[in-house]
């Protein structure tokens, strides 16, 4: 193996871990500075597991391997990944349309393009602003949006934003494998990933999925 790829592969390492750990010390800050009852602790829990999973699957699968399906609720996912933003101090919501069709995806690799997502739009808009994720039926698709209200994307930039290594501003931490990465979870399942922006108007990501992935 070349030097080129185990530094490719170091860095997308890197960059994925980071949304799982970052989970994991919310959770853990908000249980040593908070009192919660046994439902609240049980939810934390089970959101640490997840991240948990979620960490011991990257380090396993530096790079995508086989995706691994599963008939997945699009509506859970979606709202543990607001959840575990909300508590890394990220001002984001959920707006889900009751009712979604169950979808065969790789739970995790999914879970992995929309933490990208959500990660991408609190870089580029500030914890502060807020940050939308949608969910809904789009004839026989599920359309999965993240919104924020960031200074926007130059269209000139929008045509290569998903390729790897590609950063707007070179000054912001990062390695530009983020987008990157959601593109080919995304292919990998039959969907498709777009952005629509306006410069000082923010950006719209969206994940479009086949009901039947497989």
């Known amino acids: 193996?070349?030097?080129?790829?185990?530094?490719?592969?170091?860095?997308?390492?890197?960059?994925?871990?980071?949304?799982?750990?970052?989970?994991?010390?919310?959770?853990?800050?908000?249980?040593?500075?908070?009192?919660?009852?046994?439902?609240?602790?049980r939810e934390l829990a089970r959101l640490a597991l997840g991240a948990c999973r979620g960490v011991d699957r990257i380090v396993g699968e530096a790079a995508l391997g086989p995706l691994r399906l599963a008939e997945v609720d699009v509506q859970i996912l979606v709202r543990d990944a607001v959840a575990a933003a909300v508590l890394g101090g990220?001002?984001?919501?959920?707006?889900?349309?009751?009712?979604?069709?169950?979808?065969?995806?790789?739970?995790?690799?999914?879970?992995?393009?929309?933490d990208n997502l959500i990660g991408n739009a609190v870089a580029h808009s500030g914890s502060t602003a807020e940050i939308v994720v949608r969910a809904r039926s789009d004839g026989d698709s599920v359309r999965i949006s993240v919104t924020d209200s960031g200074r926007g994307i130059p269209r000139a930039a929008q045509v290569r934003i998903f390729e790897p290594g590609a950063r707007l501003?070179?000054?912001?931490?990062?390695?530009?494998?983020?987008?990157?990465?959601?593109?080919?979870?995304?292919?990998?399942?039959?969907?498709l990933v777009s952005v629509e922006s306006t410069p000082g108007l923010g950006a719209v990501f969206t994940i479009l999925l086949p009901r039947a992935a497989r």
């Open 90 to 114: 990220a001002h984001v919501r959920a707006t889900i349309e009751n009712e979604l069709p169950r979808i065969d995806v790789d739970p995790v690799r999914l879970r992995q393009a929309i």
């Open 169 to 191: 501003d070179p000054g912001q931490p990062g390695s530009g494998l983020g987008l990157a990465i959601v593109q080919s979870i995304v292919r990998a399942h039959g969907g």
């Open 1 to 41: 193996m070349s030097a080129t790829t185990d530094r490719d592969r170091l860095a997308l390492l890197v960059h994925e871990v980071r949304s799982p750990v970052a989970a994991l010390t919310a959770i853990a800050e908000a249980l040593a500075d908070g009192e919660f009852d046994r439902g609240a602790v």
